[in-house]
């Protein structure tokens, strides 16, 4: 079924791995960018504004606004439509401005 949204054609010889979304795993396959795996899988709402707290999601897709940043690996402002999806990613739904979390250190 997670193929359906997926481009036609697809050849059934690339790789696909999991990446860790919000605690749930999803496929990816080579070459796909986050938001290409999130728009797949009909994960549409990719976090919150951080004044009125209205959701956020996929807007230009080509890296031009923010609307797409997602907090992945730990390193929060990540634009989800720029970012190719790698095997053990972890993306987690940004609400606002993001912020690291406590237990772990920024990496950027």
Known sequence: ???MLRIKGIKDDVSCFDILVDGTK???YQ?????????ANRYYCLGTTSIKQRPRGIYCGI????????TINNQP??????????PGMR????NGFGRVSDDE???G
Request: with cysteine.
């Open 63 to 70: 890296g031009l606004c923010h609307e797409c940043s997602m």
């Open 31 to 39: 070459g796909e960018t986050v938001a290409a795996v999130l728009t």
């Open 77 to 86: 402002n990540i634009r989800a439509c720029k970012t190719k999806a790698m």
């Open 26 to 28: 999803m496929t990816a």
């Open 1 to 3: 079924m997670q193929r």
């Open 105 to 107: 250190e920024y990496e």
């Open 91 to 94: 993306v987690e739904t940004q």
